[in-house]
């Protein structure tokens, strides 16, 4: 991988890479696309990051598609397909503590702990392997962006990080690969989320941010099989929760869920 990528620098050219851990869908796709738009090679990595995983069950359960993403990733177009195994990206356990500051402190990192710090630990060494020009990650991971981007600033790396659009189904589910493991008629509920982040942006002309958050809460939450487990609308940059529509923010509000759907855990999110 460092060789390809070297020479393919030596002659000028530019290389894209687009991080995953498999099961491959068509959000993953769309990022391939844009990478293939931007950049000469695109290098697409697939490894399942043990440590970002702070549930054993999560870890365990985590769909391993490897063939089926192999063809996907070959019809999409990819020059490499990097699929490191896991003695091969931590030869030694990684003890790295990555001082992510206040984007890692809420939201998913404070109900995943030690999450954000194994995402900076993989993504920083598939940086080091891979050495790519620009890497592209899907919006649906708000947080995760942001994060990475702070891992970036706190390495050094010279690397552009480039945010996607969310992808969704016809019926408005943000694609995931946790997606398969709902059951069909937990499926045909968890588009709710959407649906109340969607109205809830029309809702919030009108009302004060709380009520807003209490609107797209109470609304997931009237179904059944859904929980969620937080809604925090917050600054674009900085991730802390705002608590009025005037307070300062660097652009516009994005309001973030995670919500259950049965045992599966969702994410999604909406800018106002
Ligand atoms: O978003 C993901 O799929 C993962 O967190 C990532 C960025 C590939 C790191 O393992």
New binding site residues.
Partial sequence: MRSAVAEAKAEGKSVGLV???GALHAGHISLVDRARGDNDVVVV?V???PT?FNNAEDLATYPRTEEADCNKLSQAGVDYVFIPTVEEVYPEPDTRQFDLGEVAAVMEGAMRPGHFNG?AQ??SK?FAMVNPTRAY??EK?FQ?IAV?RKMVALEGFDIEIVDCPICREADGLAMSSRNTRLTPEQREIAPVIHKALSASVDWAKTHTLEETKRFVIDEINSFPHMEVEYYEIVDPLTMQPLTSWDAPCNGRPVGCVTAYCGKVRLIDNIKY
């Fill in positions: 991080p995953t851990m990595s490894f399942v990051n970002q995402v993989i993504v598939l990650f899907g991971d995760q990475i």
